[in-house]
C-alpha cells in the first residue's frame, strides 16, 4: 500500500502542476503573441556608448522573434552610467572601482502613444584597479559591455511578460 502511495504521489503533483497557471513564454512558437509582440518592438537610439552598447543587445535579442515591417511599440531607454571609486590603499591611490549602469525604460503602444510598461533595470561590477593603466581601462570597458548585456537581458524579460500581458 505504501509503494503505491509513494508511486502515485508524483503522477498527483504532476496533475497539481497544470492547475497552478504557469504558462510557456513562447506559447505558440513564433505564432504566439510574445513572438509577435517581439518582432513589432523598435528600440529607440539612446545616448552614448553604453546605450550604443544596450541598444545592440536589445535589438540582437529583439531580432530572434522575426521582424516585422511596421512596429507596433516603441521601446524608450534612458541610461545612467556611473564608475565610482572604492579602495583607497594607503599612498592615496584607488584599489577598487564599481561600475554601474541602470536605465530606466518605457514600452510604448504607437497606435495610441499609451505606456505599457515603466520600469527600471540595473545592475554593477567590481574592478580590480592594477598598476597597468590599459589594463585598468580594459577591465571597465569589459565591465560595461557585460553590464549593457545583462540590463537588456532584464529589460527583455520584463518586455515579454508585459507583451504577454496585453494578449
Do not use: H
Request: contains cysteine.
Amino acid at each position: 500500500m505504501r509503494r503505491a502511495a509513494s508511486l502515485l504521489a508524483p503522477l498527483a503533483l504532476l496533475g497539481a502542476l497544470g492547475g497552478c497557471g504557469l504558462q510557456p513564454m513562447y506559447a505558440g512558437g513564433g505564432d504566439g503573441a510574445v513572438a509577435q509582440g517581439i518582432a513589432a518592438v523598435e528600440v529607440a537610439p539612446i545616448e552614448g556608448r553604453a546605450g550604443w552598447l544596450v541598444r545592440n543587445a536589445l535589438k540582437d535579442r529583439l531580432a530572434q522573434g522575426g521582424s516585422t515591417a511596421t512596429p507596433r511599440y516603441r521601446l524608450d531607454v534612458l541610461l545612467d552610467d556611473q564608475l565610482e571609486s572604492l579602495g583607497l590603499l594607503t599612498d592615496e591611490t584607488v584599489s577598487r572601482e564599481r561600475r554601474t549602469l541602470r536605465a530606466r525604460y518605457q514600452l510604448v503602444d504607437l497606435s495610441n502613444g499609451t505606456i505599457l510598461l515603466d520600469a527600471t533595470a540595473g545592475s554593477d561590477a567590481g574592478i580590480d584597479v592594477v598598476s597597468s593603466e590599459f589594463a585598468t581601462i580594459a577591465a571597465e570597458q569589459t565591465a560595461l559591455e557585460n553590464l549593457a548585456v545583462e540590463v537588456s537581458d532584464r529589460i527583455m524579460v520584463r518586455v515579454m511578460l508585459a507583451l504577454r500581458s496585453q494578449s
